[in-house]
């Protein structure tokens, strides 16, 4: 089982293999990498598809300490380190994005591009932070938790019964702690906004329309990138890349053939010049 070995976690991943252009893809939070199983089936092996559950989540190994979406970062990057990648196209749903943005903040040499679904730049809402509280107070009551969980999976997948109930099933075969650093992450999430015009990657921005990510903070976060692509698939949910796959994967395809092969010809300072045009 592949592990990469971070100073206080072992970072759980699984690689499509091959030698195409390398995709590096993070969950968003309660989930795990599971979640791209469609777009690994879909762009590999013309793309080397490399999925990794963050800390708290799926077969990663940490100590439960607390951790941000700083420190996910540099999991990521641990992650390519451990499989010998200098660069990759980086990407995310949810927290996933959240990470996938500070990835490219802390290493920009390291991420010829951006894949961001559901996703925003800015730190966290009144109105979010209340809504995590909430949920947790159900989570920890024993006799609510089933409810929680059921509240969790219509948020998150929406309408597909069949997905909605493998994931509740997880969910409450773990222990009732088992989200708690996980959401002290998602709690103390800091914004980046006024950082996106260090990112000079190209991104592709996916703004599913029921994520519960308000359409002018995808927005928001397109026009900040430059040269940033933006596309909205109606009526999904967060998990979009397991109940949309079709859309989110021709959609990917497209960016990554778009970029990648030029990438491989044309320096980044040529694309930069480009964009300043």
Same mark, same amino acid.
């Given at each position: ?81 451990h ?21 490219a ?22 109105e ?59 709690l =103390? #999430? ?7 015009? &260090? !990112?000079?990657?190209?991104? $592709?921005?996916?703004?599913? *329309? /029921? ?10 976060? =397109? #026009? ?7 596309? &909205? !698939?109606?009526?999904?949910? $967060?998990?979009?890349?397991? *109940? /949309? ?12 053939r778009?970029h ?5 010809t ?7 010049s480009?964009?300043?045009?």
């Open positions: 089982m592949p592990f990469a070995r971070a100073i206080d976690a072992d970072i759980h991943y699984e690689d499509s293999g091959g030698t195409g252009p390398v995709v590096l893809l993070a969950h968003e939070f309660f989930m795990d990498r599971t979640m791209f199983a469609a777009q690994q089936a879909a762009l590999s092996p013309e793309f080397r598809i490399v999925s990794w559950d963050a800390r708290g989540h799926g077969r990663t190994r940490d100590q439960r300490l607390p951790f941000t979406f700083w420190t996910a970062a540099r999991d990521a990057l641990t992650v390519l380190d499989i010998g990648v200098e660069r990759a196209v980086v990407g995310g749903t949810a927290q996933g994005g959240f990470t996938a943005l500070r990835t903040l802390l290493a920009p040499e390291r991420v010829a591009g951006l894949i961001l679904i559901s996703t925003e730049a800015g730190g966290l809402s009144r979010q932070s209340t809504a995590t509280l909430r949920f947790l107070d159900l989570w920890y009551d024993e006799t609510s938790r089933e409810r929680a969980a059921q509240q969790l999976a219509r948020w998150l997948i929406g309408d597909d019964d069949w997905y909605r109930a493998i994931w509740t099933r997880r969910w409450l075969g773990q222990g009732r702690r088992d989200i708690e650093v996980a959401a002290g992450c998602v =103390a #999430r800091d914004s980046v906004a006024d950082r996106l015009d &260090e !990112i000079t990657c190209p991104a $592709l921005v996916i703004h599913a *329309t /029921h994520s519960g990510i308000a359409r002018d903070r995808s927005r928001e976060l =397109a #026009r900040g990138l430059p040269g940033a692509t933006y596309l &909205e !698939i109606d009526g999904a949910r $967060l998990a979009v890349t397991m *109940t /949309h796959p079709e859309p989110v994967n021709i959609a990917i395809g497209r960016f990554l778009a990648t092969a030029q990438a491989r044309v320096s980044p300072t040529f694309w930069n480009l964009r300043s045009e």
